[in-house]
């Protein structure tokens, strides 16, 4: 007789999303079954169709057509048809299965087994091996720092991890130029967005490194930032949006926020956390708006040289960045003589000691205030410097200029092979020289300078960097010394010299920065008894400011006040005697920056205790193999081809069976991707694989949101067990739906639990190990594992069902469990601050107050967790003669 009767509600296996079918013919060895979903009545051979009888349990929830649900209580078979008898809202009711709502809620890994919906075995596993990889990636003390293509630096990490952890920082960044600023900025923002401590953010950097920035963030930290400028609001301005509302991370030239109408609609969002580039050139109206801007969020400051503008333009950062605790200057003042009796105090102490570092806690700036510098990290090149000493004949017609253009026409052609940066103070200067070297030598330049738009200016410096066609000299005017990236150049040409060191210092930092491998030369070219030529001398001999880094400028400036100018353009006794006193004031501010603020600053900046462990923690993360061996299981169950280009990089593309709706970092022609820090920090246009990268997280996302390997059955080969005896393993999990927190830490909050239990519901997952399992497991073909799923449908419904009340109990104490080391985590920084903030007021107390509103949030999560199962697995043995 047919198992089939006018009226069954049928699950198709292959297409279940179309939900319950209706059987609505029965024609000789033909079935016929209509499914409301999309209307389409389909025809099946009856004795092999690839259909699923659909029943509900005991307990199970239905959901009548007209829309309302009911729990099962007992069910009749009438005539082939089921007729369930359950309660509605507390009324007994009855519901022939004709009745049901086609849509049925297959998703519950147990349903899906019943429902003959049979994932593949090494599906399964995939789905485990990515739950184990999750929770160790959440659990990982460098998580957020392990995705960027950055040499693992310790003060950059050290940075990093102590700023990105906290709850809405506020700090101002002001490591030594070239020293990777920009780089601790993305870190920091990488692990506020991981940790969904951040979602919306501003970068508001000058106009000419609007370019830089969103390459270096993509390129670096996979982060996709989109330009607002005057088009994109324009766009905006036409379909009456405000452009700031369209995006999520916007990246805005300081110049456009410049603008009133802009500046409105900038404020009128929610921001998590606002970044500003060159801090020290923000005006007192644009560090108003930034105040505006980033009220009550994070806010990172940026600069190299945070005194370049005085004591007062460095308190008013200060002020920015806490007005509560910076609003009076003469205290600050007062404050900051102090720093050098600290300062004395720490260096009696070991270093990186518990006592250094509660007195660093305790004192000082250092929470507000980063600043590593050339003393504290090490690797950096050697700056050489050359002066060179032209003759000019002031009757023969040439200017001083013309002079120095030939010198470096020369110099270049002797020097062929090498990139020049060659820096002046201003556009005519550029135009002059590029105009004199096209004339006269024929020499072709690529040009810097402020009377270019932002693009040419960016077109110019990739010309430069080019290593094969590139220009050979990059003729630039003062803006093209801060904040770019010339560090492939071998040497920087001063045609001129700024007269404050600071720029001078800027200059230099184009090529003084992390990359630069060779010692790298400085250039002075000078006519002899020129105004520049005694520069060159003082700077030298005075400061010896083109072999060292230097942060003395301002301090220097002021003390010398008028003398400069005098000494420079006195007898050469006056000269003397300004080039020996500026020497004499430079080792006094040297000591006492060294002795004082500057040397606590360091002592602050990056503590090795905690830096290095990040380090070797980013580092074996980058040695161990579990993410390729996850990625490549992940590419051969999601139809992503799979290709060596050579030992390190792989390219991979969608292959006819691709499985999902695109990859982050897979195009359609094919991409490079590298699982080795090496590869990737080489080849640019290579993938950095890491557990942080967004292809990963995808694909994490996919395998563990997903049904993917939810369900499977195997067979067991054992003979020392009967035939028939059966066995299931669910992975059951807990969720906090109101976790403040994303993705898949709400979901997977504490480990999988894994059961392993009999037919008599006897737990052995303690003896038998998910990996001893699956070594004797064999492969079963999805038919014959639905039959046998069939045949075992009510027990295997009574031990899971059971199994389940025990998961419950275990994963609500393990959730107890995770919400009091959270809890206390958070408890401990909440103490940690407020009784620091009892000695040193640059603990801010809204900080304080976020962190009690987190723990809150944190604490009703963990009080209402779900318990669901992940996935299952049936297992059979097949007994001695299979
Ligand atoms: N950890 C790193 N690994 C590789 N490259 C790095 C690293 N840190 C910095 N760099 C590179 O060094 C250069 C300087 O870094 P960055 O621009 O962040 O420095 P900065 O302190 O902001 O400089 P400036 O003071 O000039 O603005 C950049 O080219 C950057 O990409």
Known sequence: MSEFAIGQRWLSETEIELGLGVVTGINGRQVSIMFPANGEIRAYASHNAPLTRFRLD???????????????????DVDGLIVYAGTRDGEAVQVPETQLHYQVQLSSPLNRLLAG??????????????????????????RGLLGARIDVLPHQMYVAHSVGQRVK????????????????????????????????????????????????LRRRFNLAFSIIDESFCEAAAESGQNPFEQVQLALCPASLLDDEDVQMQALAC?????????????????????????????????????????????????????PERFHDLAAFRAEQQQYQQVATEAAGLAADSDALNTLLDEHGTGRVLLRNTRANVSGFPTRQYHPHELEHDALSGESELD?????????????????????????????????????KFGRHCALFHEGMTLIERDRAAAFFADQEDGAQLLLSSEIGGEGRNFQFARHVIMLDLPEHPDKLEQRIGRLDRIGQLDTFDIHVPMVAGSLDARLATWYHQGMQAFTQANATGHALLLSLGRKLKKGLQGSEDEFAALVEQTAAQVATIREHMGAGRDRLLELNSCRLSVAKPLCDAVLASDQSTELATFMFSFWDQFGVDVEDKDDQRLIIKPGQNFAANGLPGMDEEGSLVTFDRRTALHYDDVQFLTWEHPQVLTALELVMTEQHGSTTVAILKNKALPAGHWFVEMNVRASLPSAPTLGLEKLYPTPTLRILSDAQGRNLSAKISADTLNKQLHFVNKKTGAQMVKALRQPLQQVVKSQMDEAQTLLLASCQQAATKRLTQIDQDIQRLQSLKMRNPSIRQDEIDSLQALRQQWHDAYAAPQVSLDSLRLIINAGADS
């Open 58 to 76: 005991q307990e199970d929830t239905g959901t009548h057509s007209d829309g309302w649900t009911f729990s099962v209580q007992d069910h009749d």
């Open 117 to 142: 919906q049979l994932d593949r075995v090494n599906h399964y596993n995939l789905r485990q091996q990515a739950g184990n990889a999750m929770r160790h990636w959440l659990d990982h003390p460098a």
């Open 169 to 216: 920082p506020r700090v101002l960044l002001a490591d030594e130029v070239g020293l990777g600023k920009t780089i601790e900025a993305g870190l920091i923002l990488q692990t506020q967005l991981l940790n969904a401590l951040a979602q919306r953010v501003l970068i508001r950097v000058p106009d000419p490194l609007l370019h830089q920035w969103m390459i270096e």
């Open 270 to 322: 929610d921001w998590d956390m606002v970044v500003v580039d060159e801090a020290h050139q923000l005006s007192a109206e644009q560090r108003d708006l930034i105040g505006d801007l980033a009220e009550g969020c994070g806010l990172l400051l940026l600069t190299a040289t945070p005194d370049q503008g005085g004591a007062d333009t460095h308190f008013a950062q200060l002020n920015l960045l806490d």
């Open 403 to 439: 002079v120095k253009v030939a010198w470096l026409h020369a110099f270049a052609r002797q020097h062929g092979g090498d990139k020049m940066l060659v820096m002046m103070q201003t556009q005519t200067q550029v135009e002059e020289v590029a105009a004199s070297l096209r004339v």
